[in-house]
């Protein structure tokens, strides 16, 4: 019986997972703790991928091999002490995972089978084989594209090799411990969660979805981030529901397929403006620019539905998605700062930072990305607010200086603004016209 290498990254879990099929019938399972991706990782981000890899071991009986380095180095060794003729994995479409696992390729046989994706980044273009800049005719394509069904995988698929019984093993680690309380992770709670949000939330899922106050979205991001479930999974229980909530969700799994398409036809994407006339625009910068960018990271702009989405990322390592919107308009168009400052901060306290929605979700607000006519649109952070948030119960959640102040009014603050809570760092209307005006001067 020959052995084989899974080396698992972002699919941890082991069912829908086609790797599994192809890797035969016996295998080691290797997870590779990498500094360079690490390294730039939150502590919730960090925390979750511990969580999810303790999970993955009970799955595996307690025989994932966990080790720590470059995975240039300890992959080859690790397949050679096993006596591996192949690696398994799941194709990674991302710039730094592209790149790394080129440079492994050259010394094994890596094979990937599969990617974190419904349909794979490349697969989805014109007639003419160009890729589509943007989403809807996109979005189209994609759906006549169609994806596979869920692969009927699981912990039994394969023969799980106890890394003890592998000499030469490399420096095997203890999964490390989260530094915090965090959510539940791994393939179990990914699927309780999918359950739940189906059965409770998702009918009402295209009334609701805005609104940051209910809390009623699914919440299933950082599962999709970490592979605990494939989206290929969800889009199969999508199918069998008729109702305009599931086919508003299933448009929100194509806009992380096509990030990630968008990200992998141009990586340069992620650090970089995707239209790049944008590189002419005028940014603030200094001290003052430095002074309102820490005002926006510890929610005291003195806007209350802009604080309140700042202190629950800080807190939560979440925010929901209507306010990541509102706060990135604030940071680009009323403090006039680089869309990747916000970005990068994001990234850093995301549970579910990914790097091809983040960047390109960032992108869009800031109008240098994909979307076609972005750039005078300037979220009124009170207005959305108001229309948002009616009932005033998320600015309460969040901003504790607010919750003597009732119903929507703890947008405005018009009758009284508590002593303790700032004033407003600028004036949106004044910086509004500042900022139609800059993006007017592009050519």
């Not at 799955?59 to 003729?85: C, F, H, N, S, T």
């Not at 979805?209 to 592979?227: A, C, I």
Request: aromatic share 10%; hydrophobic share 35%.
């Amino acid at each position: 019986m020959s052995e084989s290498l899974v080396w698992f990254r972002r699919d941890l879990r082991v069912g829908d997972l086609p790797t599994l099929s192809a890797a035969g019938e016996r295998a080691l399972g290797l997870f590779v703790l990498d500094d360079r991706l690490l390294g730039p990782s939150g502590g919730p981000r960090r925390d979750f991928l511990y969580r999810s890899l303790s999970a993955l071991d009970q799955q595996l009986g307690g025989r994932l091999l966990v080790v720590r380095g470059d995975p240039v180095e300890v992959v080859p060794m690790i397949a050679k002490a096993v006596g591996a003729q192949e690696v398994h994995v799941s194709a990674d479409y991302g710039p730094y995972g592209r790149e790394r696992d080129a440079a492994v390729a050259e010394h094994v046989d890596l094979v990937a089978t599969g990617s974190p994706y419904a349909v794979a980044p490349g697969r989805v273009t014109k007639d003419d084989g160009s890729p589509y800049k943007v989403f809807t005719p996109w979005f189209k394509r994609w759906l006549d594209h169609g994806w596979r069904g869920p692969a009927g995988t699981g912990a039994d698929t394969l023969d799980w090799i106890d890394p003890d019984d592998v000499g030469g093993r490399g420096r095997r680690v203890r999964i490390p411990a989260p530094d915090a309380p965090g959510p539940e992770a791994g393939e179990v709670a990914a699927h309780e969660r999918w359950r739940e949000f189906c059965d409770d939330d998702l009918l009402r899922y295209d009334d609701e979805r805005d609104r940051p106050d209910l809390d009623t979205t699914s919440r299933m991001s950082v599962y999709l981030k970490f592979g605990n479930i494939h989206p290929r999974t969800m889009l199969a229980d999508l199918a069998r529901r008729r109702s305009r909530g599931a086919e508003q969700y299933r448009r929100q799994v194509a806009w992380r397929d096509f990030y990630a398409d968008i990200l992998f036809q141009r990586p340069d994407s992620a650090r970089r403006n995707y239209d790049t006339k944008f590189d002419a625009i005028r940014h603030d910068a200094g001290r003052d620019a430095d002074a309102l960018f820490a005002a926006w990271c510890e929610g005291r702009t003195g806007y209350p539905i802009v604080d309140a989405g700042m202190r629950q990322l800080v807190a939560e390592g979440w925010m929901h998605n209507r306010v990541r919107m509102i706060v990135a308009s604030f940071l680009v168009k009323d403090l006039h700062l680089p869309w990747w400052r916000g970005a990068r901060f994001f990234m850093q306290h995301l549970v579910d930072g990914d790097l091809a929605s983040n960047q390109h979700g960032w992108q869009w607000t800031a109008g240098s990305g994909t979307d076609a006519s972005p750039y005078f649109r300037v979220f009124n952070p009170t207005g959305q607010g108001e229309k948002f948030d009616p009932t005033g119960d998320y600015v309460r959640r969040w901003v504790p200086e607010l919750r003597g102040i009732g119903g929507k009014a703890v947008h405005t603050l018009k009758d009284a603004r508590p002593e303790n809570y700032p004033e407003q760092i600028v004036d949106h209307a004044e910086e509004r016209r500042e900022a139609l005006a800059r993006y007017g001067e592009l050519s």
